[in-house]
């Protein structure tokens, strides 16, 4: 059974950091591609960042610099660690994968049931 576990969020005030935590069962990390997403208030949900199965990763503008995604492959955990966060970084996180199915070679898309991050000014 496939099952992702965000933890980390919180409540920060800006400029500080936060590390967010995804465990997943049921499938491998290293053998999909792991996604953080995040929904602010009133906003349409985004893609934050990306690692996927080579380790190459991508980030949004507006987090560069700031934000690093990364896995343990040997926990099966996926990472964002946010830095200098800011009061528009209010979001509920979500990580996702993107596998592909060794049955029917059909991709498959996972979400975690995510976690909120507050920032305040």
């Known amino acids: 059974q496939v099952r992702m576990v965000e933890s980390g969020g919180g409540s920060v005030q800006a400029g500080g950091d936060l590390k967010l935590s995804c465990v997943a069962s049921g499938f491998t990390v290293s053998r999909c591609e792991m996604n953080w997403y995040r929904k602010g208030p009133g906003k349409e949900r985004e893609l934050v960042s990306t690692?996927?199965?080579?380790?190459?990763?991508y980030y949004v503008d507006s987090v560069k610099d700031r934000f690093t995604i990364f896995r343990d492959n040997t926990r099966n955990v996926l990472y964002l660690q946010m830095n200098s966060l800011r009061t528009e970084d209010t979001a509920v996180y979500y990580c996702?994968?993107?596998?592909?199915?060794?049955?029917?070679?059909?991709?498959?898309?996972?979400w975690g049931q995510g976690t909120q991050v507050t920032v305040s000014s």
């Open positions: 690692i996927n199965t080579e380790g190459a990763t």
């Open positions: 996702s994968a993107d596998c592909r199915s060794e049955l029917s070679g059909f991709m498959l898309k996972y």
